[in-house]
């Protein structure tokens, strides 16, 4: 939303969509190779966003 009124202006709408896909708990397993628990979900998304955010 903060980007579609402008008020987030460093993010574009197109990595949000692809963080709100590949966030998801199988596409964290897919990505990762194995699966994971609650917590190990958590810690892969975190690094994600931090990497695709550039750790804004």
Do not use: C, W, Y
């Not at 397993?29 to 975190?46: D, F, I, N, P």
Request: hydrophobic share 35%; no cysteine.
């Amino acid at each position: 939303m903060g980007v579609h009124l402008g008020r987030i202006k460093d993010i574009e709408i197109r990595t949000l969509n692809e963080l709100f896909v590949i966030t998801q708990p199988a596409h964290l397993q897919k990505l990762h190779g194995e699966r994971l628990t609650g917590e190990q979900r958590s810690s892969v998304r975190a690094d994600i966003i931090r990497s695709k955010l550039g750790g804004k």
